[in-house]
């Protein structure tokens, strides 16, 4: 079983709309969370750490939910520049675990 | 300014070649400093990382192998490439979350 999975997409929403998206972890003794950006070809990106009470950056709103080892990313509002894939990564110790990520494509 | 550089940014290197790629970071001591691999479609994949000078932990064992001769610099070598080393190798670092370099974009043919 991989350590992170995610639902590769992608998602195609137009502009303005609401998107969501999942990843489940497989080991419940992970300790941070994260969202990262990445765009075509490029590095990835923090976008945003994921706390057990649920946090907010603008349009993006990160939710963990321990007991059923999911996190989700919602974003709101969609811009074309929110175009990218987003990879969900759990931290173990030293460790990060990634996800193979989540497309979003933002159509005008 | 805190800041992590890689190259070369693109790479094509034939079956069986030597390999090496070279992360270099600047504003920091001792930092902890991480290889990643992103094959197509697939999910980073921890490499090697080091918390100090000399130390290299391997996560995946392969053809691979990692060096740090200076604080603030971690080369990523081999000695035969494999077709399967095609990917995309990032450099990261943990300086209040995990930064990445760049990246280097290798092909082998």
């Known amino acids: 079983r991989k350590e992170v999975e995610q639902d590769p997409g992608p998602f195609n929403v137009p502009e303005g709309a609401t998107v969501a998206f999942n990843c489940t972890y497989s080991?419940?003794?992970?300790?941070?969370f994260f969202w990262y950006r990445q765009d075509c070809r490029k590095e990835p990106k923090l976008l945003m750490s994921v706390y057990s009470s649920g946090n907010e950056d603008g349009r993006f709103t990160a939710q963990l939910n321990r007991a059923s080892q999911y996190i989700s990313l919602l974003i709101r509002d969609s811009k074309l520049s929110d175009s990218a894939t987003y990879l969900c990564v759990v931290k173990n110790d030293y460790k990060l675990s990634f996800g193979a990520g989540t497309t979003v494509t933002v159509r005008a | 300014s805190q800041t992590i550089h890689q190259w070369p940014a693109t790479l094509v290197q034939p079956v069986g070649s030597p390999l090496s790629l070279e992360c270099t970071v600047e504003?920091?001591?001792?930092?902890?400093l991480y290889w990643y691999r992103q094959a197509a479609g697939r999910g980073l994949q921890l490499l090697f990382y080091?918390?100090?000078?000399?130390?290299i932990s391997s996560e995946v064992p392969q053809n691979l192998s990692a060096s740090r001769p200076q604080d603030r610099q971690f080369i990523l070598s081999s000695k035969k490439l494999l077709l399967s080393d095609s990917g995309f190798y990032l450099c990261a670092w943990k300086v209040d979350g995990y930064t990445f370099g760049s990246g280097t974009r290798l092909t082998v043919v």
């Open positions: 080991n419940s003794a992970s300790q941070s």
């Open positions: 080091s918390v100090g000078i000399g130390q």
């Open positions: 504003g920091t001591s001792n930092p902890n």
